[in-house]
C-alpha cells in the first residue's frame, strides 16, 4: 500500500466513524425523549433535538424535521406565540427597500415626492 491508498483509506474509516457516533447520539437523544413522554421532562424538546441531530447524517431524518419546525411554527401562530407569515414583515415579503424610511438606490423608484406632488 502505497501513503495516498492510505490516506484515502483513513478518511474513509473517519467519516464511517464519524457518521455511526452522529447516528448513535442522535439515536440515545430520541430514546431519552421517548422515556421523557412518561417521565417528568421536555420530551417535546428532547425528540425534536434527537431528530435534528439525526438530520445530519440521514435525510429521511432532515425531512422529518422540517415537518416537526412547521407544525412547532403553525402551532405558535394558533397560540399567539408567533406572527402568521401574512403579517410577518421579515419572512416571505417583498423587499421595498430600507425599513429606515429613505429611498432606494434606484432613482426610478424612489419614494420622494416631487413639486407636482405636493400641489
Given amino acids: 500500500m502505497n501513503v495516498k491508498n492510505l490516506a484515502n ?4 474509516v473517519w467519516r464511517h466513524a464519524n457518521r455511526v457516533v452522529v447516528i448513535v447520539i442522535g439515536l440515545s437523544v430520541v430514546l431519552i425523549g421517548i422515556a421523557l413522554i412518561v ?15 439525526l438530520g445530519t447524517e440521514l ?21 399567539g406565540l408567533a406572527n402568521s407569515p401574512e403579517r410577518d414583515d ?10 429606515d424610511g429613505g429611498g432606494s438606490a ?3 423608484s424612489s419614494n420622494r415626492r416631487t413639486e407636482t406632488d405636493r400641489t
Fill in 9 to 12: 483509506l483513513a478518511l474513509t
Fill in 39 to 53: 417521565l417528568p421532562g421536555p420530551a417535546f424538546i428532547v425528540i425534536p433535538a434527537g431528530i435534528a441531530i
Fill in 59 to 79: 435525510v429521511w431524518a432532515r425531512r422529518l424535521f422540517k415537518r416537526i419546525k412547521q407544525s412547532f411554527r403553525e402551532a405558535a401562530i394558533t397560540v
Fill in 90 to 99: 421579515d419572512e416571505g415579503s417583498v423587499d421595498l427597500g430600507p425599513k
Fill in 106 to 108: 434606484d432613482p426610478s
